[in-house]
């Protein structure tokens, strides 16, 4: 068992009103989420639950609906700031 606490610098839960906000690996080990990066721009966290600590991902402003490929290799998400309606 692992317990892991996220703190978001903005709420994920007000992301997850309108967004997938959260993504957790297939093999259980990282947790992928959004939250507010140095600024006012989305970004994308990774997580690794053997560590107390989550990495921004450079390049994942305005990310949005995280997700992992099924062997947990790759993430892949939205991306808002690019999306065409």
Same mark, same amino acid.
């Given at each position: 068992? #692992?317990?892991?606490? =996220?703190?978001?610098? $903005?709420? =994920?839960?007000?992301?997850? /009103?309108?967004?997938?906000? /959260? +993504? #957790?690996?297939?093999? &259980?080990?990282? =947790?992928?989420?959004?939250?507010? &990066? +140095? !600024? ?8 690794? /639950? $053997? ?5 921004? =991902?450079? !390049?994942?402003? &305005?990310? #949005?609906?995280?997700?992992? $490929?099924?062997? !947990?290799?790759? /993430? !892949?998400? $939205? ?7």
């Amino acid at each position: 068992v #692992i317990h892991s606490k =996220i703190d978001p610098v $903005s709420k =994920i839960a007000d992301e997850a /009103l309108w967004h997938v906000a /959260l +993504a #957790i690996s297939p093999d &259980g080990k990282r =947790i992928a989420y959004v939250d507010q &990066g +140095a !600024g006012t721009e989305r970004m994308l966290y990774v997580h690794e /639950l $053997s560590t107390s600590q989550a990495r921004v =991902i450079p !390049g994942t402003e &305005g990310a #949005i609906d995280p997700f992992f $490929s099924p062997d !947990g290799e790759s /993430l !892949g998400y $939205s991306d808002h700031n690019r999306a065409q309606c």
